[in-house]
């Protein structure tokens, strides 16, 4: 046993902070990964959906070829999504045993009706991938429909859970243990509004220029037919439509963050001092407890947060130095999130200018290389919010109740499962964008598809 | 019934239906394995890959279900079990992850070396994944994983006989739960001699589940006594039920009865995988935490059943329609563009 006892101990030792490091760095790997497939999950059935009943309209067969191009690439990335969803649900255990042994039960309710949704979400994509030239017309887009309501549900559900780590609520906390669930409260927590709605917009607006991103490369490369037209037109609609809807939706969250969370708006804000007229500060970077060489606009920040220039807005000279969230990463990520929806604010008004004038693109190359890259804008944005969302509610895992540091599972060794989890998630990226690739020469690929003739098993 | 009860009732056939599905897509990619060389095996391995391609996502979702049901009903045990064993889970979860990827790949890969690579790789985690997961379930039930936060050894709790019995026989017990599905599969896709090489197989890996657990009652007497008095006592009937259908589902796949294999071996399946529960019943984490104890707060379960009704009233119609199409399809019908 000496040598086996030896060899334990090179792996392991007792559980450290770079332990919770690797904790958190795992997560907030799985859950980037999995946010950008949860996206284009949520907003590319609708996409889907859209285009399918455009070329029912028209009668015009090139929506169909791309519905069916469309509902391939669906179903790539919703195995994809399959896989990465359940490596989440392992990682709240076994990276976070002690927040999900303590609040399990409060926040379990929209997790499981989650998987309703998405159970429903697989079951349809499947009728609709196999039901292809079997069905009706119409009854084919009846079919499609569900896939994007659920799709649309999951996001509201899972959002839902996160909202509770934000605003806790729905339980009494006495001696270690919750009592006094009320598990419907704690999934409608006041948190749920303003954070689902951001979430599905975003997911919307990820999805389409992601999607019109993709034609409008291959417009660069000089295919301009009618199918990478309509490629492009549908789902840059959509979300440059949903672009400006979504910057009011950011005004309401702030509202509502400066109501519920105030010290995570101050740190969005890299505000130190509580004030009345507090300014917005854009860029900049924090030392000490000062924000150098940022840009301040007077007062804005109270207007923003409270609708008057003398809202008192708090600073983080209220929190105590020990529940502070790392303000330069908060405030960072933040103004990353802002500047990048401004940005496809104005590309989409550049095309809504276009259209309204000459009912067609931009001729401008510049357009079209902007918009290759919208796509791109929108995840960091996506990503970007969840790190204000996420990094600014540090220390804490339950805000007010639990800390992160606390919430780890005390098992040491959890780096290496880090490392482990680091390579899958490489080799996971290649797989998704070679399979996606391939989509392009026409094969079957979607892994529920039928090749040749359909031999699905009977069960 | 209390409805601690009734969710554990509903979670176990959770784990059922896991085991019944996604334990078959393990097996048949443990056959994958076995399908030889690259060149007399390309048939062999053509056809599993169309068994299992249209459905073996879909049957991954239970395990999402029965995590989410576990977490949420007895919180604690969830706590308890993922911080022990999370060195087996990492590697289980990693395993799904490497067989999905290669799966796809693999369907996508022209070239001879990159398809001996993938589908190498996703045989391989075919055989880890079921392997770990039945390495956890006998950590748990020779009482190895104590409530609270990581108090068992991480090691130990996955290292010891109990484990490496249940280990062997998850990954047997999906090999064979494979064996018979595809050969039924093979007759009707109109390709006897496919079925005729699965059937000896079968046959071969039945015969070795017959011995490891014989074997295995002497493993759990020895390290596991609470399970094993409870297996002799209690839960026997289920235990010879399981035995009755292990049995008669041999004779069939002796016979060629294969649509009568099919439903003897997941019979013989499910026997097995209740037999534990009613073995250690009312013990939810050996040696002394019971589910009573376990189960979260009234107004929690009720919830959780709540949605888990209403999710069944959506789910059965829906895959009920999907199944019919897909029925209609294999029926005839052209296929899609």
């Given amino acids: 046993m000496g040598t086996w006892q030896w060899a334990a101990g090179l792996v392991t030792g007792p559980a450290s902070p770079e332990d919770l490091i690797a904790a958190r760095t795992q997560m907030a790997l799985s859950l980037g990964w999995h946010i950008i497939l949860a996206c284009l999950g949520v907003g590319m059935p609708t996409l889907m959906v859209l285009i399918e009943w455009r070329g029912l309209r028209t009668g015009d067969e090139a929506y169909r070829r791309l519905a069916l191009q469309w509902a391939k690439a669906i179903g790539v990335l919703f195995a994809a999504g399959a896989v990465s969803g359940t490596i989440l649900s392992f990682e709240l255990g076994l990276l976070w045993p002690a927040m999900m042994g303590m609040y399990g039960q409060v926040i379990g309710l929209p997790f499981a009706a989650e998987g309703v949704a998405f159970f429903i979400e697989a079951i349809f994509l499947g009728i609709y991938l196999y039901t292809w030239n079997r069905v009706s017309p119409k009854a084919h887009l009846l079919a499609g429909l569900p896939v994007a309501i659920s799709g649309a549900l999951s996001a509201f559900l899972v959002v839902c859970a996160n909202a509770w780590m934000n605003t806790p609520v729905g339980f009494t906390a006495a001696g270690g243990r919750v009592r006094q669930v009320s598990p419907w409260r704690a999934m409608f927590n006041p948190a749920v509004p303003h954070e689902t709605l951001h979430m599905i917009v975003a997911a919307f607006m990820v999805a389409g220029f992601l999607v019109a991103g993709v034609y409008a ?8 037919d009618r199918r990478h037209r309509l490629g492009f037109v549908v789902p840059f609609t959509l979300a440059a439509a949903f672009t400006p809807i979504q910057i009011i939706v950011g005004d309401y969250s702030g509202k509502s963050i400066h109501e519920l969370q105030p010290a995570k708006l101050a740190a969005a804000e890299a505000l130190f001092r509580t004030q009345a007229g507090a300014p917005l500060s854009i860029g900049g970077f924090v030392s000490g407890d000062r924000l150098h060489y940022s840009i301040e606009v007077p007062k804005a920040l109270s207007l923003l947060a409270g609708g008057s220039f003398d809202t008192v807005v708090q600073g983080l000279d209220r929190v105590p130095r020990a529940d502070r969230a790392p303000v330069g990463i908060v405030h960072f990520a933040f103004d990353l999130m802002v500047s990048m929806a401004f940005a496809l604010l104005l590309l989409s008004a550049w095309f809504a200018w276009s259209w309204w004038r000459r009912r067609d693109l931009p001729r401008s190359r510049w357009f079209l290389r902007f918009a290759a890259l919208s ?36 098992a040491p060794g959890l780096w290496a499962g880090f490392a482990l989890v680091l390579l899958v998630y490489l080799v996971l990226t290649v797989v998704i964008l070679y399979v996606l690739r391939l989509l392009r020469t026409e094969r079957p690929v979607a892994p529920q598809e039928p090749e040749e003739l359909p031999q699905a098993r009977a069960r | 019934m209390d409805l601690a009860q009734i969710v554990l009732i509903v979670m176990w056939a959770g784990v059922t239906l896991y085991a019944l599905l996604a334990g078959a897509d393990f097996g048949a990619g443990a056959w994958d394995l076995l399908a030889g060389r690259s060149r007399e095996g390309m048939p062999r391995r053509e056809f599993i890959e169309r068994a299992i391609g249209p459905v073996w996502e879909a049957n991954h979702v239970w395990l999402i279900f029965v995590l989410v049901v576990l977490w949420t009903g007895f919180s604690g045990v969830f706590a308890a079990v993922m911080s022990t064993l999370y060195i087996p889970l990492t590697l289980a979860a990693l395993g799904i992850i490497a067989r999905g990827t290669a799966f796809a790949f693999r369907k996508a890969a022209r070239k001879l070396w990159q398809q001996r690579l993938f589908g190498g790789a996703f045989a391989l985690s075919s055989v880890l994944t079921p392997y770990f997961f039945g390495a956890v379930a006998g950590g748990i039930a020779s009482g190895r994983v104590p409530p609270g936060l990581a108090r068992g050894s991480i090691f130990t709790s996955w290292l010891n006989p109990t484990s490496a019995l249940g280990g062997v026989l998850a990954v047997l017990v999906c090999v064979y739960l494979a064996g018979a599905y595809l050969c039924g599969d093979a007759t009707q896709g109109g390709r006897p001699d496919l079925a005729e090489w699965f059937r000896v197989r079968a046959l071969a890996a039945a015969a070795v589940i017959g011995v490891v657990a014989l074997g295995g009652i002497a493993i759990l007497w020895w390290d596991a006594r609470p399970l094993y008095e409870g297996l002799t006592h209690r839960a026997l009937p289920v235990l ?24 003897a071996a997941m019979l013989g399946v499910i026997t097995i995988l209740w037999g534990w529960p009613l073995a250690q019943y009312p013990v939810m984490l050996p040696p002394a935490l019971t589910y009573r104890q376990a189960a979260a707060e009234m107004s929690v379960l009720a919830a959780t059943i709540i949605v888990i009704a209403v999710g069944v009233l959506l789910i059965v119609p829906s895959m009920a329609w999907l199944i019919s199409v897909q029925r209609r399809g294999l029926r005839g019908g052209e296929p899609p563009p």
């Avoid at chain 1, 804008?377 to 339950?398: D, K, L």
């Fill in chain 1, 375 to 410: 796509g791109v804008a929108a995840v960091v944005a996506t990503e970007a919010g969840w790190t204000v969302t996420e990094v600014g509610r540090q220390p804490w895992t339950v805000y007010g109740h639990m800390r992160t540091a606390d919430a780890v599972n005390p």
């Fill in chain 1, 217 to 224: 490369m291959g417009m660069l490369r000089g295919n301009t």
């Fill in chain 2, 240 to 263: 010879l039920a399981s035995v009755v259908f292990g049995a008669a589902s041999l004779v069939l796949l002796w016979y060629r009865l294969y649509s009568l294999v099919r439903a």
